[in-house]
């Protein structure tokens, strides 16, 4: 990309920089250009997610700096019918101390209407907590999307809740 960009993550820190600059220049803020469309993730119906499969198990937390993906069904909020599916690819990160291991992870609703929504989250691999993802994107009805949704799991080890706000 430039001469001075020596990886990967430093090309995209490099080009999230630019879109940045380009959008202020242009006069239109983040926030200004997402809400355009008056799409919130609040207009989100809350989903169940239920992984059914990786191609490395998350569970393997020791081999840092290592990319894994996962996949699963979209189920509404009371588990009853199947919605969608989802897709994720993440990148493990150093733990830090015992049971600190995180993963950077991008994943993308897609719900059997065709409309797609794509989530960025840091994912915290060794505990069973809720944590935030932002909503990155959405089309069709999702255009426009802005937000986060919580994703919480539950007592089943691969079964989350995701409400959208």
């Not at 919130?40 to 992984?51: G, N």
């Not at 994720?88 to 609703?109: F, I």
């Not at 994912?123 to 009805?141: I, K, Y």
Request: hydrophobic letters at 45%; charged letters at 10%; proline letters at 3%.
């Amino acid at each position: 990309m430039f001469g001075f960009v020596r990886s990967k993550w430093s090309a995209a820190l490099v080009a999230g920089a630019v879109a940045a600059v380009v959008a202020c220049t242009m006069g239109v803020s983040a926030s200004e250009a997402a809400t355009s469309s008056g799409v919130l993730a609040a207009q989100v119906p809350d989903t169940v997610v239920t992984f059914e499969g990786a191609n490395q198990p998350r569970s393997a937390l020791h081999l840092a700096n290592t990319s894994f993906g996962s996949f699963g069904t979209i189920r509404d909020a009371d588990n009853a019918a199947q919605v969608g599916t989802f897709s994720q690819q993440c990148r493990k990160g150093p733990a830090s101390g015992l049971g600190s291991q995180t993963a950077v992870c991008t994943g993308v609703y897609k719900f059997t209407n065709g409309a797609q929504i794509t989530l960025s989250a840091v994912w915290p691999l060794a505990s069973n907590t809720a944590f935030d993802a932002v909503v990155t994107a959405g089309t069709l009805e999702y255009e426009g999307l802005t937000g986060s949704a919580r994703v919480t799991p539950r007592a089943t080890a691969g079964v989350y809740d995701v409400s959208f706000s």
